[in-house]
Nanobody
Framework: QVQLVESGGGLVQAGGSLRLSCAASGSFSEINTMGWYRQAPGRQRELVAVITGGSSTNYADSVKCRFTISRDNAKVTVYLQMNSLKPEDTAVYYC?????????????WGKGTLVTVSS
């Protein structure tokens, strides 16, 4: 079984910063792309940022130059540094990972961590 566990969410004032972490645990061979998605109330889940196994990154336009995604392969952890937070960044943030297990690729999701940005 594979689990993704997020941490680091919370309440912050506009202009502040938060750092999210997501650690993978369980039995697997390799982790490919990891990423962060978010879902605000009444809206669909959307991509925030992804990072490949080779550390190439891609960001939603709304977070470029404010958020930074990184990963520590030794700790099988992905991070999301969020700076200059805005009230519209308020959402549940979900970790996502494509993981090789039993010689096939599987997609996994964390349970989410709430980020609330007050104005």
């Amino acid at each position: 079984q594979v689990q993704l566990v997020e941490s680091g969410g919370g309440l912050v004032q506009a202009g502040g910063s938060l750092r999210l972490s997501c650690a993978a645990s369980g039995s697997f061979s390799e982790i490919n792309t990891m990423g962060w998605y978010r879902q605000a109330p009444g809206r669909q889940r959307e991509l925030v940022a992804v990072i490949t196994g080779g550390s190439s990154t891609n960001y939603a336009d709304s977070v470029k130059c404010r958020f930074t995604i990184s990963r520590d392969n030794a700790k099988v952890t992905v991070y999301l540094q969020m700076n200059s937070l805005k009230p519209e960044d308020t959402a549940v943030y979900y970790c996502n990972a494509w993981i090789v297990r039993d010689m096939s690729l599987h997609e996994y999701w964390g349970k989410g961590t709430l980020v609330t940005v007050s104005s």
